[in-house]
């Protein structure tokens, strides 16, 4: 079925633990780490030399200062093209899926076509691809618009059970919310009453007949699987919209659908194999068999696990979003006191210590930031090396993308390193002064105890 895996308060897909900067790309930066549960962002966390020192930084950076082994390209599976700009991936998982539809989809053509012979696979295997045709129809529609609203869509992927679009954005208001989510179910809608019309025009009796009318109703089944009132399928993001619009909440949206998605969940995984047990479906009952029997158990248990991790996803993200406004470069930001280049690492971190500061920036003659000394990079130095080792070997050298604003927040700020990937930027006052060193990790562990604190 189409749309299981979108998450509510848009389509990015997240892990079972928020990453803040895989918000929009996980590939942005590393897992979250896990030397300080509590998240701790104390800023007694200093850097290596200090009385109060942290040792757990390590040397885990490449001469780019992005984390060693966490680069991905843009992924997903097969690229199959750029509709709207937009890139469609075609999942591994497809395949099974696809090869699953062309031999349930065969059996069935063998009592209606029995003529066929072998040739019924590829004629199964057509239908499979046709579907998944139907299934991009219905994400494209949710590509267009959002695109029409303005709201970026990172890829459209198509995997097992469905297909995905990332967007990247949440809508702004609740009317454009019910509108994104609705446009899918209604090209499936489209596509049925099209497939009908074709199916009036040939001999139902006929390869094109039996490829029409299973083309109808599976599509039928996808706007109707897919109208269900419960995240994370868009009939919950329409419920969301509707619940927020009334209330002025969309986390109240959130919380209702996602619960209602559960609910949807435990129906599925009870209801769907009694119902095809008893033959409610159309299913003949003396057909049913223990393998039949097991088959519809377990698929009921994909799609009811599906349902419900979608719905959880939901309301993480809600969370996250919850949360954002508390991510802030200012309070976030280490201090930092201004070095030469061949200042000796030693003397670097004694001025540090005396000032209370926990980061070293170079600057040339001018009193210009060149470089930072990458944390990482101290770590790695011995104590009794460190009278001998300059800072200007340690450092890593400025570009534009590693200069932020103090003035950065939630998601602004998100944005902000996820286009520029590193481990430390420079923070800077609104007229160019230097203000700090801006950790990745103290944005990861910020974000970690925000979220851990209880719901509001």
Known sequence: MDKTLRPATDSTRIPSTPDPLALHDRSIT????????????DPRNSLPGHPEERRTAVADTDETGERAGRRSGPGGGLLMGRPFGVPVYVSPSWFLVAALITWVFGDQLDRVLPDLGPVRYLVSLFFAVAFYASVLVHELAHTVAALRFKLPVRRIQLQFFGGVSEIEKESETPGREFVLAFVGPLLSLVLTGAFYLGMKAVDPATVPGVLLAGLMISNLLVAAFNLLPG?????????????????????????????????????????????????????????????N?????????????????????????????????????????????????????????????????????VVDGH?????????????????????????????????DGMKVSAELTGEELLDRLRANPATEYLVLEPGGAIYGVLSTLDVEKAFVKAMARPQS
């Open 231 to 291: 995240l994370p399928l868009d009939g919950g993001r329409m419920l969301r919209a509707v619940i927020w619009g009334i209330t002025g909440k969309p986390m109240t949206g959130t919380v209702a659908a996602a619960w209602v998605g559960r609910g949807l969940a435990i129906a599925v995984l009870l209801g769907l194999p009694l119902l095809t047990h008893t033959g409610v479906l159309g299913n003949r009952t003396s057909e049913i068999g223990g393998m």
């Open 30 to 41: 590393a897992r979250l780490r896990t030397a300080d549960h509590t998240g701790n962002t």
């Open 367 to 399: 009193g210009d930031p060149t470089a930072i000394v990458r944390e990482s990079a101290i770590a790695s130095v011995p104590e009794h090396r460190r009278p001998w080792v300059a800072v200007s070997t340690l450092a890593q050298d400025l570009t």
């Open 293 to 361: 029997t097991v088959m519809d158990a377990l698929l009921a248990a994909i799609l009811a696990g599906i349902i419900w991790t979608g719905a959880g996803n939901s309301l993480r993200m809600a969370r996250l979003r919850e949360h954002l406004p508390e991510l802030r470069a200012r309070t976030l930001t280490r201090r930092a006191i201004p070095v030469e280049n061949a200042t000796p690492l030693s003397e670097a971190l004694r001025r540090a210590n005396e000032a209370g500061a926990r980061a070293l920036v």
